[in-house]
């Protein structure tokens, strides 16, 4: 995974998930932080944990953060 191409969760949707995009492919859709650090760790960071993932500048968390799951 290219480190300079952030991390992009989408808004939740109405099935409370969110759309995960990285280095401009669609990974798929998230129901967790979990979910997202899975994504990442199989784009190459098998380091990644969950607070990786709400704590790193890759990640871009668009419409709410990390905490918000549902419309």
Excluded: H
Excluded at 5 to 12: K, L, N, R
Excluded at 45 to 50: A, I, K, P, S
């Amino acid at each position: 995974m290219a480190t300079s191409t952030p991390v992009v969760i989408y808004p939740p949707n109405k099935e409370g998930s969110r759309r995960v995009r990285i280095d401009g492919t669609v990974s798929g859709c998230a129901f967790s932080v979990q979910d997202v650090a899975a994504f990442m760790q199989d784009a190459g960071l098998q380091d990644y944990d969950e607070m990786d993932v709400v704590r790193s500048p890759l990640s871009e968390w668009q419409g709410s953060g990390p905490d918000v799951w549902t419309m």
